[in-house]
């Protein structure tokens, strides 16, 4: 049971971003994706969400080829947690944590009761059920970042995709979610996330995987991967190791 | 739901009696809620009403299909106004904004200009709208670059903006004496002269269209992210988008062929009904129903009373949404809530 990819090609019908991608996430696993700005790993999470069509390869969800899966039926499999913008229209939290239901009721059927319960719990499940009734608009961009987390919970995935996660968020809340995408790992989903800082893929990450250019550089545990040589070939800046009494490493750039 | 939804919604329905009683009690032979109670009741029991039958006359055959009129066109363009806030992500945005209206215009102003009969002429608007949109639709679907929504919004402008110099042009053709004030009468909006055969060709499509966009409205929460959110969360954005604005512009094309141009009312409605129940869409359809009924019934009534002759609607709707939108703004909380 995964979402694997093989000899993928990814990009727009009238330009290829990347290609020869092969990549595995199990249930129960992080995965981190690494990459200078621009390397195509946001082209790479919608391909992988069948939002782009895959230009080439395969692409297989728990053995089923993605591309033969209706809208919501992808939607129950896979959750989607975009960076978090502010929105148009001042919906509550509790509104925006049941757009996370659509897949799972009629065209035109309004919210039941189960899909209220389960909204509620996602809220409760990541602390902040006492700002359902708050203006999303009006929240914290930690806040924000929670409640769409909690959204994509909604949709009961098996896999949640997030993009950039904690790119928004000051200290405390990154450490926050990604002490939640750790949790959702060990509950059984499947976590695939995006970061710009390679420390929080070797603390948090079982696997890590680089890309530059829409080429995988290389792929495999966090903990062997991760090495100064490796990053300075990935971001090409000089990277400085920092080493604890421990042997816990952390890295510097520049 | 929440108390205050129930309690915006008692407002919204207060108002639209208020607006109701004041319609038939306005004029120049004003209808009490009595007469117009026992009226009601004699045309469902068959008993003989024992007013006057000047007074049946009017309510029968004038203010009632008038009222009528203005309630469907009220309620139809608010319904289509905030299913397209929702659907382009605007708060500023009118069910106007494909074409639709535009496209009437052009449609009557010819009907106009070739003497048609008003039946012809009203068929010709609502055709013309269907048109408008429908050539939006499909210039918008060629171009496969960029956010497919804003690119039916920019299409939808440059399209309005030339079918306007069409407009122009019949009307600088148009012989000023005749043709031309009823060309300007009808760009401005009225609905005098509604008569029970103008009902009946405007109640297909404005009750199909409306029911369409009130049963699809648990989906345009959703519909309002982003493109690629919303069909994250498995939602079938093409198809929708299609149906949302099938349906607002039915509505549109029929409220235009009915009544003549009546601005505003599709865009101001939409935020007075977040103003009472919030901006989620499940609750807001059915409040902005309401409220748009009311307030264009409530316009129709100043129109057809505050002067020696009739005001357009379009003046009305004007004098009095500007200083209720800039209201709104000012008050607002941010967000559009």
Known sequence: MSLSAADLAYGYRERLIGRDIALSLARGEVLALLGPNGSGKTTLLKTLLGLLPARGGSLTLDERPLSALSPPERARALGYVPQAHAGTFAFTVLSVVLMGRSAHGGLFAAPSRRDHAVAHAMLERLGIDRLAQRPYTLISGGERQLALIARALAQEPAYVILDEPTASLDFGNQGRVMSEIRRLAAEGLGVLFTTHDPNQALRHADRVMMIRDGQALASGPASTLLTPERLEQLYRVPIETVRGDDGRVAFLPG | ?337
């Open chain 2, 1 to 337: 739901m929440r108390r205050s939804a129930i309690g915006g919604n008692a407002i919204a329905l207060s108002l639209l009696a208020c607006a109701v009683l004041l319609a038939f009690g306005l004029g120049r032979f004003p209808v009490g809620p009595g007469d117009l109670g026992r009226l009601l009741w004699s045309g469902l029991s068959g008993q003989p009403s024992g007013l006057p039958s000047q007074i049946e006359t009017v309510i029968w055959n004038i203010r009632g299909p008038r009222v009528l009129a203005a309630l469907l066109c009220g309620a139809a363009l608010a319904v289509a106004g905030t299913a397209f806030q929702g659907l382009f992500r605007n708060p500023l945005v009118s069910p106007d904004i494909l074409g639709a209206s535009s496209g009437a215009a052009l449609g009557a102003v010819l009907g106009i200009y070739l003497s048609l009969g008003l039946f012809a002429i009203q068929l010709s608007a609502f055709l013309g709208g269907l048109v408008a949109v429908g050539a939006v639709y499909a210039v918008g679907s060629t171009i496969r670059r960029g956010d497919p929504v804003l690119v039916l919004v920019l299409t939808g402008v440059v399209v309005g903006s030339l079918l306007g110099a069409g407009i122009g042009l019949v009307k600088y053709w148009a012989d000023p004496y005749n043709q031309l004030p009823a060309m300007t009468f009808w760009l401005l909006g009225s609905l005098a002269g509604t008569s029970k055969a103008d009902l009946l060709p405007l109640l297909g499509p404005v009750l199909l269209g409306s029911a369409a966009l009130v049963a699809l409205r648990w989906r345009m929460n959703a519909m309002s992210l982003p493109e690629e959110e919303a069909q994250a969360l498995g939602l079938r954005t093409g198809p929708l988008r299609l149906a949302i604005v099938v349906a607002a512009t039915l509505v549109t094309a029929a409220s235009v062929a009915a009544a003549g141009i009546i601005g505003w009312v599709g865009l101001v409605v939409p935020h007075l009904a977040r103003f009472l129940v919030g901006p989620d869409f499940g609750r807001l359809v059915p409040t902005a129903a309401v409220l748009g009924g009311g307030y264009l019934l409530v316009i129709d009534t100043l129109a057809r009373t505050a002067g020696p002759v009739e005001t357009p609607l379009g003046i009305l709707t004007a004098v009095i949404g500007t200083p209720f939108f800039i209201w709104l703004l000012a008050s607002s909380r941010g967000g559009w809530s």
